[in-house]
């Protein structure tokens, strides 16, 4: 029996290395300025990781800032001076709102349309959340 419990315990060990980390990691807003606009250069990857549409969550941080901007390539331009952090509270707003399943927390969300409602289906838990 001693064999069954050294194993046990050594495949108990590397179970926990495993799955010590998070497998959604939010993603760090890389911005730059241009004069009196500021540039979210890193835009789309963080549009590809939240699965969303980059209109949708471009025209979220533009109503969220107060400002008008543009997709250019895989950039965001922002008309005005936007500090980082306040960017990426503005991110991570978007994340809390349209990302994360509000019942289960978890990110396997997709927008749907069901007559004429935008819904957030989770597709680990299967919530549906009207937005």
């Known amino acids: 029996m001693?064999?069954?419990?050294?194993?046990?315990?050594?495949?108990?060990e590397q179970a926990e290395d495993l799955g010590?980390?998070?497998?959604?990691?939010?993603?760090?807003?890389d911005t730059r300025k241009d004069g009196s606009k500021t540039i979210i250069v890193n835009f789309s990857d963080i549009a590809s990781k939240?699965?969303?549409d980059e209109k949708h969550f471009s025209?979220?941080?533009?109503?969220?800032?107060?400002?008008?901007?543009?997709?250019?390539?895989?950039?965001?331009?922002?008309n005005g001076e936007f500090r980082r952090g306040?960017?990426?509270?503005k991110v991570e707003s978007y994340a809390d709102d349209y990302v994360f399943c509000g019942e289960c927390s978890r990110p396997d969300t997709k927008l749907t349309k069901e007559k004429g409602v935008e819904i957030m289906?989770?597709?680990?838990?299967?919530?549906?959340?009207p937005l």
Do not use: W
């Open 50 to 52: 939240f699965g969303r």
């Open 59 to 78: 025209k979220y941080i533009q109503n969220d800032l107060g400002t008008a901007g543009h997709v250019e390539g895989k950039e965001l331009v922002l």
């Open 121 to 129: 289906k989770c597709q680990a838990c299967g919530a549906r959340t």
């Open 20 to 29: 010590s980390g998070d497998r959604f990691q939010m993603p760090e807003v």
């Open 2 to 12: 001693t064999d069954y419990e050294e194993l046990l315990d050594k495949g108990i």
């Open 86 to 89: 306040n960017v990426q509270r």
